[in-house]
Each structure stands twice: as C-alpha cells, then as structure tokens.
C-alpha cells in the first residue's frame, strides 16, 4: 500500500493478516479462508492508527486478508482493491494441519522445506517459486 512521505516519495507497507484462529492455534494457514479473531481485529485497527492514511489499500482475496485490509483503509475512505495473485502459499496436505503435527508426521520432508522451501513444495501444495511468479503478476498488473 503505498503512501506519501515528506519528500515525496512513495513508501509502501506490506501487512501481513491480523490473527485469525488457525494462527492461535498453530495450524498451517497459507490458503485458507477464515475470519480474524477480536484480537486480530483489535491489532489491525491498532496498526491501521500507526500506519495512518493509505491513498490505496491491496489485498489477498481471503476472508482475514479482506477484513485486515478494511480495517486498515476504512479511515482513510479508499476502497481496498483484491488481486487474486495475492494469496498465501498453498500448502496441499499440510493446510489446516497443527505446526508441531506436521513436523512429526513429515519429518524429513518438512525438514528440506525448511532448509531450502524452492527445492521441494508441500505434499500436494503449492511451489514457492510459482507462488514468487503469481504475486510478482499480481503486483506488476
């Protein structure tokens, strides 16, 4: 989102999704559509007060990325504008899965994902040189 400073020059501030209950939880959230929790709401509305106001407002077009995304730009009355290119990485079998579950379970794999996460992609998920080419698309449109 970029935004004027004192010199004119353009800065822009990535945000990621304020807390929604998978990330409380410790679940894999890279795809998914779900809601902020109040503390994800209280945070945005916190951050959307340090950021002050936007002349524009992107986002992912999943539910907790939305309505970060309103929190942020409602005082500043801009309209958010969703790219669909802006979407977390899937993660295929992972996606939903509690963090310490699939350190176990996918041991030896999600320990190379670690190591060197363009070398390997998630069971069933998305690689993350594709996901690198979707949102250069997305913020090059």
Request: glycine share 12%; hydrophobic share 40%.
């Given at each position: 989102?970029?935004?004027?400073?004192?010199?004119?020059?353009?800065?822009?501030?990535?945000?990621?999704?304020?807390?929604?209950?998978?990330r409380r939880d410790g679940r894999m959230e890279g795809d998914v559509d779900v809601p902020l929790t109040d503390r994800g709401r209280t945070a945005a509305r916190r951050l959307?007060?340090?950021?002050?106001?936007?002349?524009?407002?992107?986002?992912?077009?999943?539910?907790?990325?939305?309505?970060?995304?309103?929190?942020?730009?409602?005082?500043?009355?801009?309209?958010?504008?969703?790219?669909?290119?802006?979407?977390?990485?899937?993660?295929?079998?992972?996606?939903?899965?509690?963090?310490?579950?699939?350190?176990?379970?996918?041991?030896?794999?999600?320990?190379?994902?670690?190591?060197?996460?363009?070398?390997?992609?998630?069971?069933?998920?998305?690689?993350?040189?594709?996901?690198?080419?979707?949102?250069?698309?997305?913020?090059?449109?």
């Amino acid at each position: 989102m970029p935004g004027p400073t004192e010199n004119g020059v353009f800065r822009m501030v990535l945000i990621r999704a304020a807390e929604t209950g998978f990330r409380r939880d410790g679940r894999m959230e890279g795809d998914v559509d779900v809601p902020l929790t109040d503390r994800g709401r209280t945070a945005a509305r916190r951050l959307a007060g340090e950021i002050g106001a936007p002349v524009a407002v992107y986002s992912a077009g999943n539910q907790s990325s939305r309505e970060t995304a309103e929190i942020v730009a409602n005082g500043a009355d801009v309209p958010v504008r969703v790219l669909s290119g802006l979407r977390g990485l899937s993660y295929g079998l992972w996606e939903g899965q509690i963090l310490v579950d699939v350190r176990q379970r996918f041991s030896r794999i999600y320990e190379a994902w670690v190591r060197d996460p363009f070398c390997i992609a998630p069971p069933g998920g998305e690689e993350t040189e594709d996901a690198v080419r979707r949102t250069r698309a997305a913020t090059n449109s």
